[in-house]
Each structure stands twice: as C-alpha cells, then as structure tokens.
T-cell receptor, first 111, second 115 residues
C-alpha cells in the first residue's frame, strides 16, 4: 500500500458546485497533514493545514478522520480559478517523518 | 523577500554530462529538500537536509548528490546525467521543528531535459 494515496481524477465540475477529495495515509502515528495546490507548470503552494479538529478557510474545509486514516478537502461554490491539482501531504512511515506527497487530484471547474 | 529561488530555470544536457542545480532561501529555514516531479508520479523526495552541513537520502537518491555548506543554499548535483533524470526539479524549505510538521515553501522549479 502506498503511503499517501489520492484519486488522480480529473474531477470535472460546474461553477458553483461543491466537490470533495479524499486522501488516505498509511502512517497511523502521523500528526501533521497538509493540502497544497499546484497550478499547471508551477510550484506547489500551501492551501491549508489539517488539524485534528478540522480546519476551515472561506470556501475550503479540511477534515481528518483518524479511525479510517484519511484526510479530506471540501470546496464549496467552486470557481473557475479553483482549477488546479490538489496535493495532500502526510509524514511517511519510515521513521523519519519526512513529508510524503500524494500524486495529486486534478480539478477542472467549467462554466 | 525572494523566498526560495532556483537556478537555472531550464537546462538541456547530453547523456553523461554533469551539472549542479542551486537552491537558495532567504527565510532562515533549517530544513531544505529536493524533489523531482514526473507525470503521474507526483513529487518524490531525492535528498533533504535538516541543517547546515547535514544531508540525508530521500526516496529516490540514486544518481544525485547534495551539499549544504551554507544554511541558505542547497545544491543538487548530477554527476553523469541519464535520460531517466529528465524531470522537473523542485527545491523546498521549511522552518525548524520536527520535519514533516512544518509548511514547505517551494521554488519555481528547474526543468531538465537529458538527451
């Protein structure tokens, strides 16, 4: 099982839709999780951290489910500008807790 | 603040040639990382450093060497480039604390083509 797994998509949604992505991780001891956004041919940029109690920032909500070992990202009222690849990050399970990136989920928001 | 910068932005090499990619950060971060990103593979960690003078292997270190002689710089070397090293290389840095629990800041990337 890969350490951090994501559905690559693409998720095709109309403007205004609500869309959610999940990301599963294998290290049950993981404490820190992140969602990054990567635009085409650009570097990843932090979207939000994922706390045990969840985290909300405007239209974006991140949740952590420790029992099932996954994190989620919910985007409400999708905008065209939300089109990007969303990468989740969790520490690896090789003892060094180096961040491991998922392969990313592609989101395409259309008019 | 420039954040994280990378040079060069793009490079074409012939098989067997060598080159060094430079990463510089002006945020006084302790940790620095080198990743490669290939289509469908996501970001894979090559090497990382938890402080000046220290380096460690990541997930895909073969064919690469690194050095962190100064806190603000992290160099990635390819001694004998191979076509399999054609990729986009990203450098990142993060503040002190336990690795994996800090936000990473990325450079704009270096596109490398090995013929």
């Amino acid at each position: 099982r890969k350490e951090v797994e994501q559905d690559p998509g693409p998720f095709n949604v109309p403007e205004g839709a609500t869309v959610a992505f999940n990301c599963t991780y294998s290290n049950s001891a993981s404490q820190s999780f992140f969602w990054y956004r990567q635009d085409c041919r650009k570097e990843p940029k932090l979207l939000m951290s994922v706390y045990s109690s969840g985290n909300e920032d405007g239209r974006f909500t991140a949740q952590l489910n420790r029992a099932s070992q996954y994190i989620s990202l919910l985007i409400r009222d999708s905008k065209l500008s939300d089109s990007a690849t969303y990468l989740c990050v969790a520490p690896n399970d090789r003892g060094s807790y180096i961040p491991t990136f998922g392969r990313g989920t592609s989101l395409i928001v259309h008019p | 603040n420039a954040g994280v910068t990378q040079t060069p932005k793009f490079r074409v090499l012939k098989t067997g040639q060598s080159m060094t990619l430079l990463c510089a950060q002006d945020m006084n971060h302790e940790y620095m990382y080198w990743y490669r990103q290939d289509p469908g593979m996501g970001l894979r960690l090559i090497h990382y450093s938890v402080g000046e003078g220290t380096t460690a292997k990541g997930e895909v270190p073969d064919g690469y060497n690194v050095s962190r002689l100064k806190k603000q710089n992290f160099l990635l070397g390819l001694e004998s480039a191979a076509p399999s090293q054609t990729s986009v290389y990203f450098c990142a840095s993060s503040a002190g604390g336990l690795a994996g629990q800090e936000t990473q800041y990325f450079g704009p990337g270096t596109r490398l083509l090995v013929l």
